[in-house]
C-alpha cells in the first residue's frame, strides 16, 4: 500500500467508500475490480456512481471484464458455438460453467443487456429535477474537457407511452464539472385523469467526432410528470362472500 499513489483496493462495497470519504486523505480510491459481468450482473452500478460521483476522493474502477473469453467452435452437431472451459478440451485445469463467459460484450463484440446499463450509468451528462411545475431541470456536465455547446438538446412528452409534447432547448455554454439550470419552456397542459405522463430529455452529437458521428445520443433521463389518479367504483355486492377454512396448520380465507 505505501508504494503506490493511488489507494486500489478490490471489491469493496458501499459502506467501505463511505468510511474512506469521512476524512480527506493524501491518495484517490480506484477500485482495482468492483464489478463481475458475468450472468445477469450489473445492476448496482447506479448505487456505485451516485456515491462516486459525490466525491472527489473516489474515483472510479475497472470492470471485470470487457468481453467474453470464449471462442468460435463447432459442436457435435456442426453448430456454432461459443466454447469456453472443457469445450476446448481436458488438458489441465478446465472450468464447465460460464466463468470465462462473463464479459460485458460478446467475444464478437455484441453487448450484452449489461453493457446498455453500464453506458447509462457512465453518460457524461446529468439531469435532475428542479422545479417542473416551472419545467426547469439542473443540467451537470461529467466531462473533463468537453464544454456541452459541442451538443443539442431536446426534450418530449409521452402520454401513457403516446407522443404528446416535444421541443428543442436553446444551445447553451457549460464547462467540465459545473451545473446550470435550465428551463425547457413546457407548454401549459391539463393532465387527464389515469394517464401517466412522463418527460425524457436528451443530448445529441451536433458535429462528427471520432465514433459519434451527428444525432448520437451521449445522454439522456426520463421523469414522470404529475398526474391526476383516476377514481374508480367497485361494487362489493358483486363478489361472492368470504369463505374462511381453518386446520391446526393454516387458516385459510378465500
Not at 81 to 104: K, P
Amino acid at each position: 500500500n505505501s508504494y503506490t499513489d493511488i489507494f486500489c483496493p478490490m471489491y469493496k462495497g458501499l459502506g467501505f467508500m463511505q468510511e474512506y470519504v469521512k476524512e480527506w486523505r493524501p491518495r484517490p480510491l480506484i477500485l482495482c475490480e468492483y464489478a463481475h459481468m458475468m450472468g445477469n450482473s450489473g445492476g448496482n452500478l447506479k448505487d456505485d456512481w451516485d456515491l462516486i460521483n459525490r466525491y472527489e476522493q473516489l474515483q472510479g474502477g475497472f470492470i471485470w471484464d470487457f468481453s467474453d473469453q470464449t471462442f468460435l467452435k463447432k459442436d457435435k452437431n456442426g453448430r456454432d458455438i461459443w466454447a469456453y472451459g472443457s469445450d476446448m478440451g481436458n488438458v489441465g485445469a478446465t472450468s464447465d460453467t460460464s466463468f470465462c463467459a462473463d464479459g460485458l460484450f460478446t467475444s464478437d463484440r455484441q453487448p450484452h443487456p449489461q453493457a446498455f446499463e453500464l453506458k447509462k450509468v457512465y453518460q457524461p451528462v446529468h439531469f435532475e429535477p428542479v422545479n417542473f411545475s416551472k419545467g426547469t431541470i439542473r443540467i451537470t456536465n461529467r466531462f473533463d474537457f468537453t464544454d456541452l455547446d459541442k451538443f443539442s438538446f431536446n426534450w418530449y412528452i409521452e402520454a401513457n407511452g403516446k407522443p404528446f409534447l416535444k421541443g428543442d432547448m436553446n444551445k447553451f455554454e457549460l464547462a467540465p464539472h459545473q451545473s446550470k439550470e435550465k428551463n425547457i419552456n413546457i407548454p401549459t397542459y391539463e393532465p387527464v385523469a389515469g394517464v401517466e405522463y412522463f418527460l425524457t430529455v436528451e443530448a445529441h452529437v451536433i458535429e462528427n467526432s471520432g465514433l459519434m458521428e451527428v444525432g448520437y445520443r451521449i445522454a439522456w433521463e426520463q421523469f414522470k410528470l404529475p398526474g391526476i389518479n383516476k377514481n374508480t367504483s367497485v361494487n362489493l355486492t358483486a363478489f361472492s362472500p368470504l369463505t374462511r377454512s381453518e386446520d391446526k396448520h393454516e387458516v385459510k380465507i378465500s
